[in-house]
């Protein structure tokens, strides 16, 4: 039987590859990647959820002034886009994306926001999106603690119209889409960076 060759140690050439092998897997897992890298749960840009602006003043949300937005109720043949003007006052109401940035010195501009969508019960896939929207989010040691509101076009035109030509896969209405949007963002360095993902949810009349 020939015998195992053994390192001056005498353990196993063998276990010392191993070792080294493990040893470099666990410093890949504390390497930063993109989007990822700061003490905050691995987040720079923090998505809050989306917000209405203010009933009485409709104005944008401030840090001391938001109200949830979580969905709506729109008509499927009717509606252009979301979000709409649902009290036909001639102002888009809702949809805001409350943005934070965790960084204490370096701001962030974004760049967009990545759309996906979900029909349950549909017997097709509704393609992605990318709404292109440029907002300062400041670092958080500034004066509105890094914190903005960016209203975002969450279901455009072209994929009402796409919707519409599909009516007949569609389930029956009234049927919910999940709109799932991340956002995509630069520091002032070029670094990109990605939000967490957050939900708006449209329930669709005929």
């Known amino acids: 039987m020939r015998a195992t060759h053994r390192c001056h140690h005498g353990r196993p050439r ?5 070792s080294l092998s493990l040893f470099a897997f666990s410093v890949l897992l504390y390497l930063p990647g993109c989007g990822n890298g700061d003490a905050s749960h691995g987040l720079v840009l923090r998505a809050l ?25 729109a008509s499927l043949a009717q509606t252009n886009a979301i979000p709409n003007d649902p009290d036909n006052d001639g102002d888009i109401d809702g949809g805001y994306v409350g943005l934070q940035n965790q960084q204490g010195s370096t701001g ?15 017997s097709f896939a509704v393609p992605s999106d990318f709404f292109s929207f440029s907002t300062r989010v400041e670092p958080s040691g500034s004066s509105n603690g890094g914190t903005v509101f960016a209203q975002i076009q969450l279901v455009s035109p072209s994929t009402m119209n ?9 389930p029956p209405p009234p049927f919910q889409m999940t709109v799932t949007a991340t956002i995509q963002a630069r520091s002032d360095a070029g670094i990109s960076y990605l939000s967490n993902p957050v939900t708006y949810n449209v329930t669709f009349t005929n």
């Open 162 to 170: 796409f919707l519409r030509s599909k009516s007949g896969q569609l």
């Open 49 to 73: 959820g989306f917000f209405q602006e203010s009933a009485d003043k409709e104005t944008a949300p401030t840090v001391d002034d938001n109200e949830p937005d979580s969905g709506r109720t």
């Open 108 to 122: 962030l501009t974004t760049d967009g926001a990545k759309l996906d969508y979900r029909i349950s019960g549909s």
């Open 14 to 18: 063998r276990w010392w590859t191993i």
